[in-house]
């Protein structure tokens, strides 16, 4: 399960603790999403197809057009409103669905897919499709009365980036939380028995990566970022928390 899917099943799971009467239906393509804690009556499995140059290595699926199938199913379910989670082609053909219908539509962003594009594909081709990639985020989102993302700085950047048309839509942050019962401080002698079991001095500077381990996120500009600082400061530290198909990059290490 990555970010995105989690913070979707909680949310999903804090509509429903809090009243009875929202009826919530979802429309994946994660088939995998039966084995979790929703409803048979909440989902609807879509269609999907494989995303090219990145599902051999994430195991990444899209949305594609939706079927009339699911489009018989989200009549049956006639929302009050539509949100927007992946702007694939089920995520566009979703949006243009409320758009006919009068539905409210909203979206929330989760992943710079057109700056991945950058990292997955090789010079110069990378830069025509992040291009690509963007005009048709652009083109969904400005649709779109509202955008939830999660942060200011990523605000920011989408503005700068053309993402709102003054009067036509609009950019919101949706903060995140920390879980404290999952995520905690240890005590100073955790803190401790850590380092000495991974060789990292007490008084050590550690410089933490958590995440998925794979090349859109960008782990080899900070492992060389590392590497230059501890060229300078021998008592830096990386640590890295997570995994992925780049894990290889520190075998040397």
């Not at 599902?55 to 699926?61: A, V």
């Not at 500077?205 to 080899?220: C, N, Q, S, T």
Request: proline share 5%; with cysteine; glycine share 6%.
């Amino acid at each position: 399960l990555d970010g995105v899917t989690l913070t979707l099943r909680k949310l999903v799971s804090e509509l429903r603790r809090h009243s009875e009467e929202i009826s919530v239906r979802i429309y994946t393509t994660d088939a995998s999403i039966r084995r979790h804690e929703l409803r048979q009556e909440e989902f609807c499995i879509a269609d999907s197809i494989d995303v090219p140059f990145w599902s051999s290595m994430q195991g990444y699926k899209m949305g594609s057009p939706m079927s009339s199938r699911v489009r018989k199913d989200l009549k049956h379910f006639n929302p009050n409103v539509i949100h927007v989670s992946v702007p694939d082609l089920l995520g566009r053909d979703a949006m243009y669905y409320g758009k006919r219908n009068n539905i409210p539509v909203i979206s929330t962003y989760h992943s710079n897919y057109y700056e991945y594009m950058y990292k997955v594909f090789p010079y110069p081709f990378n830069s025509f499709i992040g291009e690509y990639f963007r005009l048709y985020l652009v083109n969904i989102y400005t649709q779109i009365e509202t955008t939830y993302v999660p942060t200011l700085f990523t605000k920011k950047k989408l503005e700068r980036d053309g993402f709102v048309i003054d009067g036509v839509n609009t950019l919101k942050v949706w903060g995140r939380e920390v879980d404290t019962t999952v995520f905690a401080p240890l005590c100073e002698q955790q803190v401790l028995k850590f380092r000495r079991l991974h060789g990292i001095s007490p008084n050590a500077v550690v410089i933490l990566w958590v995440g998925r381990v794979v090349k859109e996120k960008a782990i080899h500009i900070w492992l060389r970022c590392v590497k230059r600082l501890k060229r300078q400061f021998p008592e830096i530290f990386g640590v890295v928390v997570g995994s992925g198909t780049e894990l290889e990059i520190f075998k040397p290490y």
